[in-house]
């Protein structure tokens, strides 16, 4: 079926520019719309995982206690699904582009894995010298934190990507303001102020593809 | 709303679905590509359709079409080129010119 309308039909440059934005917007829609996706996904991870990690430890969650061996489990399956969930809408909202942007999204996507085993390397190699459980439980989360904050900053740079931007400066944040509060209240500190960041990020972005609409 | 006169605008991309093509080619970052498939979906096109236009805009040196294997399927993929970007800059600024805007 072929459509050879010649251009006398719309001889409105109005409507051509109309037409113009119209279908840039849609295209825009397409990228962004799993986004509001993502960021909730990580907002639900952090928030459920992090408060399991504080109602775990002694002397956290004064409502009820959960064993360890639940909530560490569910914590890092949590984190995993995040991480694999994330990958998946990533590798589809960049299907059928290929060319110079490859090597970028590679690169940032490569990153995520690399600095997640560095990082852990370090708490492990610091347990292997000494720092007590205590310490350890205040490091892995600020660390983990650090890591997102810094990705994303870099994620906002490639993409120019203001909420990736705001989103990293809270992780950076949070992380760094959490030891303060110590164990085991850091970790509710993580899922409050990260977990609620993410999900406030996530309600913001959603509500904002539906106004462009 | 003053009326588009012809002769300044260019003819190839001022048609509706070569215009939708375009504009959507321009989204992508220069020095990239995309999949037919994926175009098709960006556009709402029918196949025979999109390839209709895609050859228009081939003929006027706007767009670069590469055609791949990616092991034995056949893959097309096509961008805008130097040229188009160009063309398509010029086209938007001569209709925001035309409604009175100062491009």
């Not at chain 1, 870099?154 to 509060?181: D, E, K």
């Not at chain 2, 006027?60 to 893959?75: F, I, M």
Request: net charge neutral; charged share 15%; glycine share 10%.
């Amino acid at each position: 079926m072929t459509n050879t309308v010649e251009p006398h039909e719309t001889d409105d440059a109005a409507e051509m520019l109309a037409l113009i934005t119209a279908q840039q917007r849609k295209v825009d829609q397409l990228m962004l719309r799993p986004i509001p996706w993502m960021l909730g996904i990580w907002g639900v991870a952090w928030l459920v995982g992090f408060l399991l990690l504080w109602s775990a430890y002694p002397g956290g969650n004064p409502l009820f206690t959960i064993p360890m061996a639940v909530a560490a489990p569910v914590f890092a399956l949590l984190i995993a699904g995040a991480i694999a969930a994330s990958a998946i809408i990533g590798a589809r909202l960049s299907r059928g582009v290929k060319g110079e942007s490859n090597f970028a999204g590679a690169v940032y996507g490569i990153s995520w894995s690399l600095c997640g085993i560095a990082f852990a390397a370090l708490g492990v190699g610091l347990i292997a010298n000494g720092l007590s459980q205590e310490l350890a439980s205040i490091y892995f989360p600020s660390a983990f934190s650090l890591m997102c904050g810094t990705l994303y900053l870099a994620g906002a740079a490639l993409w120019r990507q203001v909420s990736q931007l705001v989103l990293g400066i809270i992780m950076l944040v949070v992380g760094a303001v959490a030891p303060f509060f110590g164990a085991p209240t850091n970790n509710l500190v993580m899922a409050i102020f990260g977990g609620g960041a993410l999900l406030v990020a996530a309600i913001v972005f959603a509500v904002r593809l539906r106004q462009a609409r | 709303m003053s009326p588009v006169h012809q002769g300044e605008l260019d003819p190839v991309i001022h048609a509706a679905a070569r215009l939708k093509i375009t504009a959507t080619l321009a989204t992508i970052p220069p020095g990239d590509r995309i999949a037919f498939p994926r175009l098709q979906e960006l556009l709402d096109m029918t196949p025979g359709n999109l390839s209709t236009h895609l050859r228009k805009l081939e003929d006027a040196a706007y767009v670069e079409v590469e055609k791949t294997h990616q092991g034995r399927t056949p893959v097309t993929y096509i961008s805008l080129s130097k040229a188009g970007r160009r063309a398509f800059e010029d086209y938007t600024d001569a209709l925001k010119q035309l409604l009175g805007g100062t491009a």
